[in-house]
């Protein structure tokens, strides 16, 4: 194309393919309007103007009326300059077709994409309603058959006469029937923590650790951002999901006797560590990066829910002798305006200390 002084631009030439596109042939220079639609030719012209103005390359996507049917085309756009003034002389530009079979393709894929997302979510929302449920039998009847288990070894005790072994026996069995309630009671308080919608978040997770340090004697401490209460309801419960999932797997797991809880705030994320002073994982088994291995099916579904989000969750852990345990990362965008940084309150949480903290609560 050649570009006149009042701006306007023509063709000087063109290859075959294009002039058959138009049904022309042209031997001399010829203004673009005059060889298609007013339509078309108005959405190439503002492609030209563009090049012109920003001074470089521009690609546009048309939909133009060229061999006879409407279809869509791909539009680069070049500028070619004098090679002692440096001034824009003419431009030089493409159409190619866009494939409707691979336009169709994209389509097909984003609507896979978008249902596997809806899924996913579906599939966790299931997963949270089976939790409670699970939370709610186990409290409401095995943890009753346990007691009742328990008064009747206290009447078989009154009942058999004093014997060393039988007594022992009995101790034996009044050991497990204890360890078989406390863990119970850690299961379900893990399974279905406080309300999230009527504390918010922080005093949640103090809350939630707390409870967690007083029924498993584990020792904790916390290290949480006030800013964590500024994130929408969504984004806190999937923050609160991962601490659940990642201290039942300390409990069950670890053999660890701290574990270390900390979220900071960052201009752009939130960032969280759960770290246990366990016996970890071995080598083969965990890897650091998204890779990181998983227990069951809690770390996938957290790792789901944060990718919906836009964040990410690895695992790192060690497995050697004294090692330095496991460690969890999760990091989740916030888009907030943060006006300074702060430092979080760190709290040593035991069983007498974070009794304190809920009963001031």
Do not use: W
């Amino acid at each position: 194309m050649q570009i006149s002084n009042a701006g306007q631009f023509f063709y000087a030439s063109m290859n075959p393919a294009f002039e058959r596109a138009l049904g022309i042939s042209i031997s001399r220079e010829t203004a673009v309007r005059d060889c298609m639609s007013e339509e078309d030719a108005k959405a190439i012209c503002d492609s030209c103007d563009a090049c012109l103005a920003k001074g470089k390359s521009v690609h546009d996507r048309h939909r133009l009326t060229l061999g006879g049917r409407r279809r869509e085309f791909d539009t680069t756009i070049n500028p070619v300059r004098d090679s002692q003034s440096g001034n824009i002389v003419k431009l030089v530009g493409s159409h190619r077709v866009i494939d409707a079979r691979a336009t169709g393709d994209a389509v097909d894929r984003t609507a896979k994409r978008r249902a596997t997302a809806e899924l996913e979510l579906r599939l966790l929302s299931l997963q949270e309603e089976v939790q409670q449920r699970i939370a709610s039998d186990l409290h409401d009847s095995t943890c009753q058959h346990l007691i009742a288990a328990s008064l009747t070894v206290m009447r078989l005790r009154r009942a058999i006469s004093d014997n060393g072994s039988v007594e022992k026996l009995m101790d034996d069995i009044d050991a497990s029937i204890d360890q078989a309630q406390r863990e119970i009671r850690a299961f379900t308080y893990l399974l279905h923590p406080r309300n999230l919608s009527t504390d918010g978040l922080k005093l949640t997770i103090e809350q939630f650790v707390g409870g967690f340090s007083a029924r498993t004697s584990l020792k904790t401490s916390l290290q949480i951002a006030p800013e964590v209460d500024r994130l929408s309801y969504e984004r806190q419960r999937a923050v609160l999901r991962v601490i659940q999932e990642a201290l039942a797997n300390v409990f069950r797991h670890a053999q660890a006797t701290h574990v270390n809880v900390a979220m900071e705030a960052t201009d752009t994320h939130f960032k969280l560590q759960v770290a246990d002073n366990g016996r970890g994982m071995p080598t083969n088994q965990a890897r650091s990066g998204p890779k990181a291995i998983s227990f069951g099916v809690g770390i996938p579904a957290m790792r789901a829910r944060l990718r919906q989000l836009g964040g990410t969750l690895e695992i790192h852990s060690s497995s050697a002798k004294g090692g330095r345990g496991t460690t969890l990362c999760a990091d989740l965008p916030h888009g907030l305006l943060l006006k300074r940084a702060r430092q979080p309150v760190q709290r040593h949480g035991q069983l007498e200390h974070h009794r304190s903290i809920a009963g001031r609560h």
